[in-house]
């Protein structure tokens, strides 16, 4: 199930949970084995074999469990940027990538328990069989991070606010489960915007070097009538290892003509294939100008063809 961007709703008669900089991911867990598929189903089981140790926290239990694959920073914070070092997907890491970037899954909902189908019933009940879930104190690889009961969404968003995180998820307590859809249910209010488009273009850094890094990217999303329109530079977000990274991944894409339907008109941006999707932060989007105070996030194993135009201001 897929939350839907909005505003934090009023009073206390909900569960608020921290929204993770990760990847969303689902665990299957059958007969000692742990499968793992991203969010489209692709199996990525392979690209995060530590996860396997999750059949060591929860013992002999068969269990479907949604949550985010990630990456924790030097302060216990997810970091997207961080996980990304263990891409491209399908990949089987070495083990030195493995020590030095290891990830776990935060689980914040189970669809299946021994068997029985629990997507209908309540968000409380399916917390509480989650809870129950493990039978360690504390595993390596799987955290089951604890709701917000009894504040306000918007309280609770001015706490993670000040530690740095993502935002958060505000869910109905008696919610069921629907696979697959984006609900009302489920308030995503991240601190700031974020989207996911489609990169269309590039400009080079400047300096030293700067012909084997990205300096910003050129991105888009669809219109109403399905036309691919650019609408935004984003210069800030990266690190070194990234501008070289996606540099090296946009030449074989390079193209001659611009791949938008509207006009761009800028000096330097070199057109590419629209094959890659970017998450972007933004903090504010009017119709027919572009994005402002952009930042990159990272890279997501999305469609490109369903990358749509945020919602105008």
Same mark, same amino acid.
Request: aromatic share 6%.
């Given at each position: 199930?897929?939350?839907?961007?909005?505003?934090?709703?009023?009073?206390?008669?909900?569960?608020?949970?921290?929204?993770?900089?990760?990847?969303?991911?689902?665990?299957?867990?059958?007969?000692?084995?742990?499968?793992?598929?991203?969010?489209?189903?692709?199996?990525?089981?392979?690209?995060?074999?530590?996860?396997?140790?999750?059949?060591?926290?929860?013992?002999?239990?068969?269990?479907?469990?949604?949550?985010?694959?990630?990456?924790?920073?030097?302060?216990?914070?997810?970091?997207?940027?961080?996980?990304?070092?263990?891409?491209?997907?399908?990949?089987?890491?070495?083990?030195?990538?493995?020590?030095?970037?290891?990830?776990?899954?935060?689980?914040?909902?189970? *669809?299946? #328990?021994? /068997?029985?189908?629990? !997507?209908?019933?309540?968000?409380?009940? @399916? =917390?509480? %069989?989650?809870?129950? +879930?493990?039978?360690?104190?504390?595993?390596?690889?799987?955290?089951?991070?604890?709701?917000?009961?009894?504040?306000?969404?918007?309280?609770?968003?001015?706490?993670?606010?000040?530690?740095?995180?993502?935002?958060?998820?505000?869910?109905?307590?008696?919610?069921?489960?629907?696979?697959?859809?984006?609900?009302?249910?489920?308030?995503?209010?991240?601190?700031?915007?974020?989207?996911?488009?489609?990169?269309?273009?590039?400009?080079?850094?400047?300096?030293?070097?700067?012909?084997?890094?990205?300096?910003?990217?050129?991105?888009?999303?669809?219109?109403?009538?399905?036309? *691919?329109? #650019?609408? /935004?530079?984003?210069? !800030?977000?990266?690190?070194?290892?990234? @501008? =070289?990274? %996606?540099?090296?991944? +946009?030449?074989?894409?390079?193209?001659?003509?611009?791949?938008?339907?509207?006009?761009?008109?800028?000096?330097?941006?070199?057109?590419?294939?629209?094959?890659?999707?970017?998450?972007?932060?933004?903090?504010?989007?009017?119709?027919?100008?572009?994005?402002?105070?952009?930042?990159?996030?990272?890279?997501?194993?999305?469609?490109?063809?369903?990358?749509?135009?945020?919602?105008?201001?």
């Amino acid at each position: 199930m897929l939350a839907t961007l909005g505003t934090p709703p009023q009073g206390t008669g909900r569960a608020v949970e921290v929204k993770a900089d990760g990847q969303r991911g689902t665990i299957v867990v059958a007969d000692g084995a742990v499968t793992v598929f991203s969010r489209n189903g692709t199996d990525v089981t392979r690209t995060f074999p530590e996860l396997a140790g999750i059949t060591a926290a929860i013992g002999d239990r068969r269990v479907v469990l949604d949550g985010e694959i990630v990456a924790l920073d030097a302060q216990g914070r997810p970091s997207f940027t961080r996980l990304q070092r263990r891409w491209p997907q399908q990949r089987r890491p070495g083990a030195d990538l493995v020590r030095s970037v290891p990830v776990r899954f935060w689980a914040f909902d189970i *669809l299946h #328990a021994d /068997g029985n189908d629990v !997507t209908e019933q309540p968000y409380t009940r @399916r =917390r509480d %069989l989650l809870d129950d +879930l493990t039978v360690v104190d504390k595993s390596r690889v799987l955290t089951v991070p604890r709701p917000m009961l009894g504040v306000t969404p918007s309280d609770a968003l001015d706490a993670v606010a000040a530690h740095g995180m993502e935002g958060v998820v505000v869910k109905e307590l008696d919610s069921p489960y629907r696979p697959g859809e984006r609900s009302p249910y489920w308030i995503k209010v991240p601190i700031r915007a974020s989207i996911e488009l489609t990169i269309v273009g590039y400009w080079n850094a400047g300096g030293p070097g700067g012909r084997t890094r990205v300096g910003s990217l050129l991105v888009a999303g669809h219109d109403q009538t399905g036309d *691919l329109m #650019a609408i /935004g530079q984003v210069g !800030t977000g990266f690190s070194d290892l990234t @501008r =070289r990274t %996606l540099h090296a991944q +946009l030449q074989p894409l390079r193209c001659s003509t611009a791949p938008v339907a509207n006009h761009v008109d800028v000096p330097g941006v070199r057109f590419v294939q629209p094959q890659l999707v970017a998450e972007v932060a933004y903090r504010e989007y009017v119709a027919g100008r572009w994005l402002r105070h952009t930042s990159f996030k990272g890279l997501r194993p999305s469609n490109p063809s369903q990358t749509l135009l945020p919602t105008p201001a």
